[in-house]
């Protein structure tokens, strides 16, 4: 079993960029493909961004494609969502999700969420 924690989260302006963390404990972090949802108020969760535990492969949402991107850390046990050019409809609570298999398909294991606001 895995335990996901995610920080960085917060208020940033239209434009600007935002870093979050998620950092994984328990079973080894290398086993897990990993991803990011987010959920935005009053709308469904959805899909951002994954990457595979192996190879390190990405995908992402079209609506972020170009402005965010994964990547994953595996010394650190940590996977990591560096998003830019943010704008308003990027306001959601940011999940991180793992599963034990070699890309996310079905994500086993969720974080708790950090919330992430764009104010113009």
């Known amino acids: 079993q895995v335990q996901l924690v995610e920080s960085g989260g917060g208020l940033v302006q239209v434009g600007g960029s935002l870093r979050l963390s998620c950092a994984a404990s328990g079973r080894a972090f290398s086993t897990y493909s990993m991803g990011w949802f987010r959920q935005a108020p009053g709308k469904d969760r959805e899909f951002v961004a994954r990457?595979?535990?192996?190879?390190?492969?990405?995908y992402y949402a079209d609506s972020v494609k170009g402005r965010f991107t994964i990547s994953r850390d595996n010394a650190k046990n940590t996977v990591y969502l560096q998003k830019n050019s943010l704008n308003p409809e990027d306001t959601a609570v940011y999940y991180c999700?793992?599963?034990?298999?070699?890309?996310?398909?079905?994500?086993?294991?969720w974080g708790q969420g950090t919330q992430v606001t764009v104010y113009s």
């Open positions: 999700a793992a599963q034990t298999t070699p890309v996310l398909s079905d994500a086993e294991y």
């Open positions: 990457i595979s535990r192996c190879r390190g492969d990405t």
